[in-house]
């Protein structure tokens, strides 16, 4: 099951995410101190988590864990988007509403993406 980030674990996602590699909780704690004071047993916590939402994997390197994405940012996006409309009771509607709102970079994106993935049971 798909299941939303808080804020701190979305700003960490985004971080693993961007940077592409492993990090310890010391290497994002860190990056995140940049910009706030938080403790270095939040920043375990918060990454323990992600991997037991199945975020991230760990290995033990020394006494730490050092961490990385399991999918992209794009697969997990999908996941969210595909447990939404799995959960939205109308799936037609929900789809409708989704699409009235799309802007003309989004329908375009849509279309392409369409053309290199068409729906299952369509086409050829």
Sequence with gaps: MVRGLGELEATIMDRMWATNRPASVRDML???????????TTVM???D???????LKRKPVGRAYVYE???SKEAYTADVMRQSLA???NQAATLVHFLERLTP???SA????LLVCPPKGRGA
Excluded at 110 to 113: T, W, Y
């Design 110 to 113: 849509l279309e392409a993406a």
């Design 30 to 40: 860190e990056f995140l101190q940049r910009d706030r004071s938080l403790a270095y």
């Design 69 to 71: 994405t399991i999918s």
């Design 87 to 89: 959960t939205s009771g």
């Design 45 to 47: 916590t918060v990454m």
């Design 105 to 107: 970079e989004e329908a």
């Design 49 to 55: 988590k992600l991997h037991t939402k199945g975020l």
